[in-house]
């Protein structure tokens, strides 16, 4: 099965790639896009920011380049981006650079707030699916399309890096993507993914590099602007060029990034204020975690944080792995529950389309005793069920069961976000 993650941001181009079986490759680009007359003369070329060239409709377009090397053209930075002719030509480009012809599934995000749209999911669905002409001698198939909310590909990303998640099976968690245009979040709750605590800021990334900026002209008479700022922090570098003299970035981000996170933070702790129990992990993902991390610590103080390893990647790397788990749609009808009284109570709690996940994790916990040599009880009351003290359920599931816990976990994840 050839599966693509593809996160299109308005900064950069994340992909991850590869079959079922192995580990997907990544790839980051530049989110620049337009058409080719657009693209601005090097007197030297020929280095990995070369873009890619695509069609979009028949039209040659010059893809996955810095904005800055874009004239005349400009910038997405708006809730419409997915409709534009760049979005497009990023789509193709995260296309061709899988080097597949025939790609099974394609997932990827959107931000919580747009996800929330049902008719545009459906729209990017549609316009994914089927072939694709991306050069002229190049065409590309898309066989199916999943679109989830953009942190719900770090969420399944840091499931994959747990040494046993089925410990927050009844847990709390709550994940922040602070990207470009937006930080978006999503709280998951015993599995469930909570809509009405989900949602999105545009207090975002590009908001604390103007910021800096302006605060950097009060200091030396001009500011460098948002996309110098933005290439500084791109490729790691502290310093920027004013009137010739190199600015230390350091203290004017921070400045910034605090500013902004308090404004995040409070958004945040007001979409939170109707779930009864507090949040038992936060988990970062996204290039722009780092500048808002310390005023989410200051806001969350008691609630452990996690920053996602190399977290520009980790929406990419969990679309890629929620898509190797994915199977499509699934529905299960279960006519009784003889023997069982105490699972059918314990199903009755929760909403009808999280009952059949339960099922399913509870059957993989118990392969997953299996395998590591436990016998589980075919009709004991504490056997096997997430959330109980016992001395079956209280053992970690490891290896090879503890990925089949995680996949059940991520199935129940990507299958609340199917559209009926």
């Known amino acids: 099965m050839q599966i693509v993650g593809l996160d299109i941001g308005y900064s950069n181009l994340k992909v991850a790639y590869g079959k079922d079986g192995d580990e997907p490759t990544l790839l980051i680009r530049p989110a620049g896009a337009a058409p080719a007359e657009h693209l601005g003369q090097r007197m030297m070329s020929g280095g990995t920011d070369d873009p890619l060239r695509v069609l979009v409709d028949g039209k040659e377009f010059v893809a996955g380049c810095s904005h800055d090397r874009l004239e005349n053209w400009a910038r997405e930075l708006h809730k419409d981006y997915t409709s534009t002719d760049s979005y497009r030509a990023l789509f193709n480009a995260g296309l061709l650079l899988s080097g597949m012809s025939e790609i099974d599934r394609v997932v990827t995000g959107l931000p919580t707030s747009q996800y929330f749209d049902e008719g545009l999911r459906r729209h990017i669905a549609k316009s994914m699916k089927g072939e694709h002409q991306v050069t002229p001698k190049k065409k590309i198939f898309v066989k199916d399309v999943k679109i989830v909310p953009q942190p719900l590909g770090g969420f399944v990303d840091y499931l994959n890096h747990l040494a046993d998640p089925s410990e927050i099976e009844d847990a709390s968690v709550l994940v922040i993507d602070p990207g470009f245009f937006s930080v978006d979040w999503v709280l998951l709750v015993n599995g469930e993914f909570k809509r009405g605590s989900s949602g999105t800021s545009l207090d975002a990334t590009s908001v604390i590099l103007d910021e800096a900026s302006a605060l950097i002209g009060k200091d030396y008479g001009s500011g460098p602007g948002r996309s110098k700022m933005e290439n500084a922090v791109?490729?790691?570098?502290?310093?920027?060029?004013?009137?010739?003299?190199?600015?230390?970035?350091?203290?004017?981000?921070?400045?910034?990034?605090?500013a902004v996170g308090h404004i995040v933070s409070a958004q945040l702790q007001s979409s939170l204020r109707k779930e009864e129990s507090a949040v038992d992990a936060i988990v970062m993902v996204g290039g722009g975690a780092p500048l808002f991390e310390t005023a989410i610590k200051a806001a969350f103080d008691k609630t452990p944080l996690t920053i996602a390893e190399n977290s520009v990647f980790a929406n990419a790397r969990g679309f890629w792995r929620g898509g190797r788990a994915y199977g499509g749609k699934m529905r299960i009808t279960i006519n009784s529950f003889a023997g069982y009284p105490a699972l059918e109570a314990d199903l009755t709690t929760l909403p009808p389309r999280s009952r059949a996940e339960r099922l399913r994790l509870l059957a993989t916990l118990g392969l997953a005793f299996r395998q590591n040599g436990h016998h589980v009880p075919a009709a004991t009351e504490t056997a096997a069920m997430p959330g109980r003290t016992s001395a079956t359920t209280a053992q970690p599931a490891v290896g090879k069961g503890a990925g089949a816990?995680?996949?059940?976990?991520?199935?129940?994840?990507?299958?609340?976000?199917?559209?009926?």
Do not use: C, H, M, W
């Open 405 to 420: 816990v995680a996949s059940s976990l991520i199935k129940n994840v990507f299958r609340q976000t199917d559209d009926e």
């Open 234 to 258: 791109r490729s790691g570098r502290n310093t920027v060029s004013v009137f010739g003299t190199r600015v230390d970035i350091t203290p004017y981000l921070a400045s910034a990034s605090a």
